[in-house]
């Protein structure tokens, strides 16, 4: 898959982790969208080195797919608590 495949699936990937975390985040949209486009390549790479799952180069591979948003969600969570939840 292509740098700008994975930018499309971590975008997918961080809105999928923001309906699974509903709430405000401190950033918007913008930030939780960067947040599943760095969590897609984090989950990636956790994938790759760490689980010794080779990455897919289809788009819609379901393992694939698990490690974005996986990745999205750690990253989103890493985030509310480093920054805050503003709905306290």
Request: proline letters at 3%; charged letters at 10%; zero cysteines.
């Amino acid at each position: 898959m292509t740098v700008l495949g994975w930018i499309v699936l971590g975008l997918l990937a961080g809105a999928i982790a923001k309906l699974l975390l509903p709430g405000r985040d401190p950033g918007g949209v913008i930030i939780t969208a960067l947040i599943g486009v760095a969590g897609s390549f984090v989950g990636g790479w956790l994938s790759a080195h760490l689980l010794h799952r080779s990455i897919s180069r289809h788009f819609f591979d379901l393992p694939t797919w698990g490690a974005a948003i996986g990745g999205a969600l750690v990253l989103l969570i890493a985030y509310r608590l480093l920054f805050g939840n503003s709905s306290r």
